[in-house]
């Protein structure tokens, strides 16, 4: 493809994302949204105030991001006509195509994620298959994983409980994670994760194979309905104090959530039990580990309605243990996802966080799954 093919191509694929996210409807109705904000009495109800606050700024984010691709081509468009005329060199011009792919190519992939929930934050749990030390270790190497990627794009993230293992690593861990669209990127990390290795733990130096699961759900918030049946609601204190260590809060009280849940569909019955040891003081913890059940609420209804929706795509796949998603064999250098192909040699940069381009696989092979 010629340079000026590419320019026409990002030039369309622009116009094309322009239709397509209906910017000038979105602008007018931010204009709008803002209008109310002017009002004496907005802030009267400042719940109701945050969530049209909140609404106009993801609208924003939206339109924001559109103008940046905008711009970015309308200076690819007179950087070709300069380099026609011969005033600006090919690399000169190379130069701004990669800069404005890399934009249009940006907006693209936020396009994908276009679920009501894919905007909200993440709940991401972590737990260490059979395997003892070793599965153990594999979780708190996943956990730390999933911080510094989290770190890395600038989300708040917290350990809002964590067992730790016998000897070393976790049994298990909740981190909730807070961000745009945290969500919408980490859901693609819900499964089995295969570790491959010679184990530190093991005195014959044998090559091992530990398994730990990864589960993500949305952090509901104010804006999704879901409602807790308190009469159902029970709760337990306890203190208890972590080993230490930079990913361990030392905590002093704890609280023990029992939910009787029903299921509204099949009437099935079941206890949910949530611990939160997040901080020191007991009433946050309870407001943690209620903001817990009632994503896990959320999380079953939208489970519920894509078994559903399974039912008429068969091609869904429902993910289980055992059916790993990821294998990260580290004597070989490789890590590979097993549903997308995609895989890398550099094992030490994605254990460090850097996971963009497995989600970015993940994403464009089976965003509009759900």
């Avoid at 809002?160 to 000897?167: I, K, Q, R, V």
């Avoid at 990390?189 to 130096?205: D, K, Y």
Wanted: aromatic residues 8%.
């Amino acid at each position: 493809m010629t340079s000026q093919e590419q320019i026409k191509d990002l030039i369309a694929r622009k116009d094309a994302l322009q239709k397509f996210l209906d910017i000038d409807a979105k602008q007018a109705w931010i204009a709008e949204e803002e209008k109310k904000t002017e009002a004496p009495d907005f802030w009267n109800d400042p719940k109701e105030a945050q969530k049209v606050v909140k609404g106009i700024n993801s609208q924003k984010s939206w339109v924001t991001a559109f103008r940046d691709v905008d711009t970015a081509c309308g200076d690819l468009e007179v950087m070709g006509e300069f380099f026609e005329a011969g005033d600006a060199t090919e690399e000169e011009l190379l130069a701004q195509i990669a800069l404005t792919q890399k934009k249009v190519e940006e907006l693209e992939f936020k396009n994908m994620l276009r679920n009501d929930s894919d905007r909200l934050d993440a709940v991401l749990s972590i737990n260490a298959g059979a395997g003892g030390v070793e599965a153990q270790d594999w979780a708190e190497m996943l956990m730390r994983m999933y911080i510094r990627y989290a770190e890395t794009h600038g989300y708040k993230v917290a350990i809002s409980n964590s067992l730790d293992g016998e000897g070393a690593g976790i049994k298990s861990c909740t981190l909730q994670i807070e961000g745009e669209f945290a969500y919408g990127y980490l859901k693609s990390e819900t499964g089995v994760h295969r570790l491959v290795r010679v184990s530190p733990f093991n005195a014959q130096g044998k090559r091992m194979t530990s398994f730990t699961s990864v589960s993500v759900t949305p952090l509901v918030d104010d804006s999704i309905e879901v409602v807790v049946d308190m009469s159902r609601l029970s709760w337990d204190t306890f203190r208890r104090g972590g080993a230490g260590g930079q990913n361990v809060n030392k905590v002093e009280s704890g609280v023990r959530l029992r939910y009787q849940y029903k299921d509204p569909y099949t009437g099935a019955e079941e206890e949910i039990l949530i611990e939160n040891t997040e901080t020191r003081d007991q009433p946050k913890n309870k407001e943690n580990a209620m903001r817990l059940l009632r994503s896990q609420l959320y999380d079953r209804e939208m489970k519920h309605r894509m078994e559903e929706q399974a039912k008429i795509k068969a091609s869904q796949k429902k993910i289980e243990w055992g059916s790993q998603i990821r294998s990260y064999v580290m004597d070989d250098r490789r890590v590979k996802d097993h549903r997308t192909g995609y895989q890398t040699s550099d094992v030490a940069a994605v254990m460090d966080g850097h996971i963009d381009e497995f989600i970015k696989s993940y994403l464009m092979q089976f965003g509009a799954e759900g």
